[in-house]
């Protein structure tokens, strides 16, 4: 997602929102008054900005084991929280992009020695509905696991061992692959926006533009394989 450095949501400059988002989703939810203490507002003023924000579908108010009441990033709010300030390219460049982005996904399901496999990939946003100038090329991945059961587990510690990875914590080393993953499909392209979300969620605007069962080069997955992540529902090009 691409917002304006000029952009105002809900009252809010677009940059002070994005932060927000970000402390928000880092926290897997704030309070009222902890989300007036970070735009440095009264309680009031938060609650307004909550409401919008709620309305406007970036916000869901959600409870915390205590049953206080906390606000956390729907998908939406997200993708505000992961936006960047640059300027827009034209179509025929959006298309390079995605080209460049499937052909790395291709050659990462070709790879013998890589634990996931991208079964789907999805693009949705502006470059989806045929603008002509995109903010950002947006795409979704369905990503499965080729290894199943405790040998997962094992395959990411010799993962881990074998980049060099530092271990955090048993969930974080698990979640090693999906980061390689994504960092290789990226390729520090500042124009290329990848996440796992469910797309068909919130909108209609969205295709399927790489299928692992349609690719001949692609090394197989086992049936039944774990979904690593949500995916998107499929959808034709046409």
């Known amino acids: 997602m691409r917002l304006k450095s000029t952009d105002v949501i809900a009252g809010v400059p677009a940059p002070q929102l994005r932060t927000l988002l970000q402390h928000i989703k880092r926290r897997d939810g704030l309070t009222v008054a902890e989300i007036a203490d970070l735009l440095e507002v009264d309680a009031d003023a938060s609650r307004s900005i909550i409401d919008h924000l ?14 206080h009441e906390l606000f956390d990033t729907t998908i939406s709010g997200n993708a505000i929280a992961g936006a960047k300030f640059v300027s827009p390219i034209p179509a025929a460049k959006a298309e390079q992009v ?10 990462y399901n070709a790879d013998p020695d890589n634990l996931l496999t991208v079964e789907r990939v999805t693009l949705f946003g502006s470059h989806a509905c045929g603008a002509a100038e995109v903010a950002d090329v947006d795409v979704s991945i369905t990503v ?16 881990g061992a074998r980049v060099g990875a530092r271990r955090e914590g048993v969930l974080d080393h698990l979640r ?16 290329l926006s990848i996440t796992n979300e469910d797309v068909s ?29 949500p995916g998107t529902p499929d959808r034709a090009d046409s």
């Open 54 to 67: 709620l309305a406007d579908g970036h916000l869901t108010q959600i409870r915390d084991p205590g049953g």
């Open 98 to 107: 995605l080209a460049a982005f499937l052909n790395r996904v291709r050659a």
């Open 144 to 159: 499965v696991r080729r290894v199943t059961g405790d040998a997962y587990a094992d395959a990411t510690e010799a993962l």
């Open 176 to 191: 090693l692959p999906q980061r390689l993953l994504h960092s290789t499909l990226k390729n520090r392209n500042r124009y």
């Open 201 to 229: 969620q919130f909108t209609d605007d969205y295709r399927t533009v790489y299928r692992h069962a349609d690719d001949p080069d692609a090394q197989p997955f086992p049936p039944g394989a774990q979904i690593d992540h």
